[in-house]
C-alpha cells in the first residue's frame, strides 16, 4: 500500500508553490491550478467487491466490509456551472434524502482533482442559497468538518490513476470506515470530466 505523500515534494513549501504560473488560466490574473495544487495523472489498479450477505460470508473475515446505503449523480452545465461541480449539487440532495448534516458522517472522501476545486465545494456546500438554487433543497447542514476529510491524503497526495480513481478512493473510504465504530457513515464523492458528479453514502453496519 500506500506509506507517504507521492506527489508533493519534500522540500516543498508555501513560498515555492505560490510562484507556480497557472496553468490554464494565464491572462485574467485569476487563475488558480497550478503543478502545486493539481493531482498528478498517476498508475494505478484498484477492485471493488459489491456483494449480498451469503456472498459476504464466503470472504475472508481480514476484507474491509461497509453497507451501501444510498447515492446520488448529478450533472450541470459545465460552461456556466463549472467543469467539476456537480457533486455540490448531489451531496445535499442525498443528506437531505436521509436527515442528515455534514456532522453526521464521520468521513468524507472528496476526489481532490485540484486543490482549489475542493475548496470550491466545501464553500459552496455551506452556501445555503447556492444549494438552494443548484439542488433544490431546504435542509440545514451546519458547518463542514474539515478534520474529517481525506484523512490520509487525497488525489493531490496520493494520486489520480484516472479510470481507477473511483475505486481507489471508494476503497480508500472502506477501510477507514471499516476500522471506525458500529453505525459510522462515510460520504464518497468524486467529480468527472463532462460537469459528472457521482456521491454515496456508506455506513459500517
Sequence with gaps: ?????????RDTSIEKLA??????????????????????LTDGAAAIFVATAVGLARLPD????????????????IFTEGLLMAPVTAIPRLLARHGLTF???????????????????????????FV???AGVEHTFGSF???RMNPNGGSVALGHP?????????????KELAGMPH???????????????????????
Design 1 to 9: 500500500g500506500v506509506t507517504r505523500d507521492h506527489f508533493p515534494r
Design 19 to 40: 510562484r507556480l504560473k497557472p496553468a490554464f488560466d494565464g491572462t485574467s490574473g485569476r487563475g488558480t491550478l497550478t503543478a502545486g495544487n493539481s493531482s498528478p
Design 62 to 77: 481480514a476484507i474491509p466490509r461497509v453497507r451501501l446505503v444510498d447515492f446520488e449523480m448529478a450533472a450541470v452545465d
Design 103 to 129: 456532522n453526521d458522517i464521520a468521513l468524507w472522501e472528496i476526489h481532490e482533482a485540484f486543490s482549489a476545486q475542493v475548496a470550491c465545494h466545501i464553500k459552496s456546500l455551506q452556501d445555503k442559497e
Design 132 to 134: 438552494h438554487q443548484k
Design 145 to 147: 468538518p474539515l478534520d
Design 162 to 174: 484516472f479510470a481507477a480513481t473511483g475505486a481507489r478512493i471508494l476503497s480508500q473510504a472502506v
Design 183 to 205: 453505525g459510522s457513515r462515510a460520504i464518497v464523492s468524486i467529480c468527472a470530466d463532462g460537469g459528472l458528479g457521482t456521491v454515496a453514502l456508506l455506513e459500517n453496519g
